[in-house]
């Protein structure tokens, strides 16, 4: 019988000598370049992931982070390409970015585009019920697999902002054995996320570029608003005047103004005038912000045009109101308006109103107050009302207060009104106590703010002029 010999083993000295002979693969080896190739893919899409969040945080463009997105999913998944459809505010769909790794995807652009044509919020079926906000996304998945068929393997995601979902975010493979595991659903999920942020930082900014514009707008309508009120009081022989518009928001619906009877005052810088005959005037328009303060721009160059022809009170708030009828009733805000006329060298105050809260009038002989006031219409209410007017004799120390309604209608915490009554009652006060009518102007604006409150904000416009005879009676000629 022959003995089979056994076979011979590789001697340790031809492994140590690196002969032809491979060595044997152990698993620990393998063990080892799969921990390595899964660190390598690791930080692979880790920095690819940097990337993304780099250019949301620098890219002041959104189109340049858009087309960053589908190209970062395909990537970090190792699929073929992306697709980035985006929906529009009018119920479309539109395939916004598309990225393919060879660049063959004519077949992916046009079905994508193909499904988002035929499918429109409001206006197409999709299993035979209409497509609406909460069934286009299933309508717009259904339609592109069906025009894909089953050689590609398609996974889709939200684009979500504020729970809002904006568009949908594709990653797609024609490789048969490709599967979308756990892992890359999520990062998918994860670029998606990025994209709804970039997309709501856009808005963002665009929405405070927006304010940043009608910022500027409103302190340009401040400042002519500003510049159209009066810098400061006229001098008056035998009269002293205290003036202050405090408005509620930077454009306000106040407005007074000082009008010498003559235009040459007008166009005189010099600080004492040549008119023994003053206008006075106070309004509100209903409302606030840049609608009212454009009206009280209108209102303050008619009256002064009025007022040049010399009118009387009543024929000026009449002929103010023909004019503006049909401005206001297009834009259904109305004005009230109290117009007087002093007359230095006989003290005598005429006077008109259009529904304006009316002044005040303390009269220093006998320590009462009068309330001066004629019956008249709001300015723009209806074409043919009549205003009526009316005199008044004025003394040495009486004093005048015209004001808007902001003071009365003030509120406190508790929602309180300072209201008429304290008005009057602060107002006959500070006329026995203070000395002038810039003190009882000081004063009354004191009292309101400490009524509603030191750290509150006013709510609306708040005016007041303080006109006062000078307690001696005497006629200031000056220099």
């Not at 780099?54 to 697709?83: C, M």
């Not at 009081?233 to 619906?253: I, Q, S």
Request: aromatic share 6%; hydrophobic share 35%; proline share 4%.
């Amino acid at each position: 019988m022959t003995a089979v010999p056994a076979p011979r083993q590789p001697s340790q000295s031809s492994d140590m000598t690196g002969g032809s002979s491979p060595p044997d693969i152990t698993p620990v080896f393998a063990l080892k370049e799969l921990v390595s190739r899964l660190h390598r893919e690791q930080n692979k899409i880790q920095d690819l992931l940097s990337s993304l969040g780099f250019a949301l945080r620098s890219f002041k463009n959104l189109n340049q982070f858009l087309e960053l997105t589908p190209l970062i999913a395909s990537r970090v998944t190792d699929a073929d390409g992306g697709a980035l459809v985006l929906f529009k505010p009018n119920g479309q769909m539109r395939l916004e970015r598309l990225h393919c790794q060879d660049n063959q995807c004519q077949d992916i652009r046009m079905a994508i585009e193909n499904a988002a044509r035929q499918l429109t919020v409001g206006k197409s079926t999709y299993g035979g019920k209409l497509v609406t906000l909460a069934n286009r996304t299933a309508a717009l998945d259904h339609q592109v697999n069906h025009l894909l068929g089953a050689s590609v393997q398609l996974f889709g995601t939200a684009i979500l902002t504020k729970n809002v979902e904006r568009g949908r975010l594709y990653v797609f493979s024609r490789d048969p054995d490709y599967s979308w595991t756990e892992t890359r659903q999520k990062l998918i999920r994860l670029v998606a996320d990025q994209t709804a942020v970039a997309i709501e930082n856009d808005e963002l900014t665009v929405e405070l570029r927006k304010k940043e514009r009608l910022d500027r707008e409103l302190e340009i309508g401040a400042e002519i608003q500003l510049q159209l009120l009066p810098r400061q009081c006229p001098k008056v022989d035998g009269m002293e005047l205290a003036a202050r518009c405090k408005t509620a928001n930077r454009v306000g619906g106040d407005y007074y103004d000082f009008i010498p009877a003559n235009y040459d005052q007008f166009r005189k810088k010099a600080t004492r005038p040549e008119s023994d005959r003053w206008s006075v005037a106070i309004g509100d328009v209903m409302g606030k912000g840049v609608p009212a303060g454009l009206i009280m721009t209108m209102l303050r160059g008619m009256l002064r045009a009025e007022v040049l022809n010399a009118h009387s009170p009543a024929r000026i708030l009449q002929h103010l109101n023909h004019v503006m009828y049909a401005d206001l009733e297009n834009s259904n805000r109305f004005v009230t308006l109290f117009y007087s006329e002093y007359n230095a060298k006989t003290r005598i105050l005429s006077y008109s109103n259009a529904a304006h809260n009316p002044p005040l009038l303390w009269q220093a002989a006998t320590g009462t107050i009068k309330r001066l006031d004629t019956l008249g219409m709001l300015i723009g209410l209806d074409m043919d009302s009549k205003y009526h007017e009316a005199k008044v004799q004025l003394h040495p120390g009486d004093t005048v207060m015209y004001y808007t309604d902001g003071f009365t209608d003030a509120a406190n915490q508790s929602g309180d009104r300072f209201n008429e009554e304290n008005l009057e009652r602060h107002f006959r006060l500070a006329c026995r106590t203070c000395d002038g009518p810039q003190a009882i102007l000081d004063y009354l604006f004191d009292q309101v703010q400490q009524f509603i409150g030191a750290d509150r904000h006013n709510e609306d416009d708040m005016t007041l002029i303080v006109m006062q005879v000078k307690p001696d009676g005497s006629v200031d000629t000056g220099a």
